[in-house]
């Protein structure tokens, strides 16, 4: 199982990028796909979660400006953010969390946002 995301970029403060994450190979039921940042010098957050049931979950620090979804027939889970902040600047890591209790993590996209 493999993990692809994308999306991210450099992009001035007040802007928006939408992140992708998409799952190849086969997974055994997904329970939670999430979105987790790491930025420079700082442990890895997570940013956002969402359920099977399709329950979310953000950090203080982006609710309001991010919107997770996910398309299960298509395996990938999708990051909306809006109004950027120069502190949202960080690698960006998706991690799907199985029934089963395995997790997958992709490989990280850089989101930077310039003052």
């Known amino acids: 199982v493999q993990l692809q995301a994308s999306g991210g970029g450099l992009v001035q403060a007040g802007g928006s990028l939408r992140l992708s994450c998409v799952a190849s190979?086969?997974?055994?039921?997904?329970?939670?796909m999430e979105w987790h940042r790491q930025a420079p010098g700082k442990q890895r957050e997570l940013v956002a979660a969402?359920?099977?049931?399709?329950?979310?979950n953000y950090a203080d620090s982006v609710k309001g400006r991010c919107t997770i979804s996910r398309d299960d027939a298509k395996n990938t889970v999708y990051l909306q953010m809006n109004s950027l902040k120069p502190e949202d600047t960080a690698v960006y890591y998706c991690?799907?969390?199985?029934?089963?209790?395995?997790?997958?993590w992709g490989q990280g996209t850089l989101v930077t946002v310039s003052s």
């Open positions: 991690r799907f969390v199985s029934v089963r209790g395995s997790n997958y």
């Open positions: 190979g086969r997974i055994f039921s997904i329970k939670a």
């Open positions: 969402i359920t099977s049931g399709g329950s979310t």
